[in-house]
């Protein structure tokens, strides 16, 4: 609206003039709420137990519009471990994700002495930390659209929840590093993850079935499944390659969009130069599948 401005002499009608003009200066449907500054919570309760925590680093100039939701979830065998990870990762994915807002969260640990916090606890704490964000969202002002990823224990639990429970949250990717994916054939890989997946999971492949498919990501893949990157070493000798092969098999086979890459020489954990050209990576693969 274009607004014509003569010169009175009468200072009282150019200071109501000028009220006019600032006044139509905005379009009635703009958003009020912006140039909001970039924030940091941590601690946050998402549930009510007392490992149900996350931290929440919004960017500035966030809206609900155009700022998604990446939910980094920890490694560490299901049984250690922190959101804490996340911090050394955080200046890298802001870099190449700079319009993106990142949640860290904890979940409840598998007690090896005690057998608390048995399968599916974990996958439950993700359910929880999704539907708690998702609450969240116009308060913090971040878009319902969500990217799940994580590392080891983490990147399984990601990708089981994109998988299994995509209803829960607009999941739009997955991106996993060095994942578990099917933990029947985890099962055989060592006697050391024999005796961790039979606690965690309650029995083993033969005398409990059931928990082991309900658990394995592999086992919920489809022609909707969301798109997926992941990440495996050639030398992993904790989660073997092939679970990552296990998965591009199961993606292919349902039409699913994704992208597999081998990283030559690198075990359970990349070497620190390793991570910044997989992140651009992961940056371009999330940016060309993210609508």
């Not at 399968?119 to 319902?144: C, R």
């Not at 590392?151 to 829960?168: P, T």
Request: hydrophobic share 40%; glycine share 8%.
């Amino acid at each position: 609206m274009k607004i014509f401005l003569t010169f009175f002499r009468n200072s009282s009608f150019l200071v109501f003039a000028t009220l006019i003009l600032l006044a139509c200066s905005s379009e009635p449907d703009e958003n009020p709420i912006t140039g909001l500054p970039e924030k940091t919570e941590l601690n946050l309760s998402y549930g009510t137990t007392g490992n149900q925590l996350l931290d929440i680093y919004l960017p500035a100039g966030r809206s609900t519009a155009s700022t998604p939701v990446m939910i980094y979830i920890h490694g560490g065998a299901w049984v250690e471990g922190s959101k804490e990870e996340f911090v050394a990762f955080k200046d890298l994915m802001s870099a190449v994700l700079p319009d993106y807002a990142f949640v860290a969260i904890n979940y409840n640990l598998y007690n090896l002495n005690t057998g608390a916090n048995g399968f599916p606890q974990q996958e439950n704490d993700v359910i929880d930390a999704v539907t708690f964000v998702l609450s969240k969202s116009s308060e913090w002002n971040i878009s319902d659209k969500i990217v799940l990823a994580g590392a080891s224990a983490g990147g399984h639990l990601a990708l089981l929840h994109a998988y299994k429970h995509q209803e829960i949250g607009d999941i739009q990717a997955a991106i996993a590093f060095f994942p578990p994916t099917d933990l029947t054939a985890l099962y055989e890989f060592s006697p050391i993850t024999k005796l961790g997946l039979q606690g965690l999971i309650g029995g083993t492949p033969e005398s409990n079935p059931e928990g082991y498919v309900d658990s394995s990501p592999v086992e919920f893949v489809d022609s909707e499944s969301v798109p997926t990157l992941f990440f495996h070493g050639t030398v992993d000798t904790v989660v073997p390659i092939s679970q990552s092969e296990i998965l591009a098999d199961a993606l292919e086979s349902a039409g699913v969009a994704h992208q597999f890459t081998i990283v030559p020489n690198e075990g359970h954990g990349f070497q620190d130069s390793t991570y910044p050209p997989l992140f651009q990576e992961a940056a371009t693969f999330i940016n060309s599948v993210i609508q």
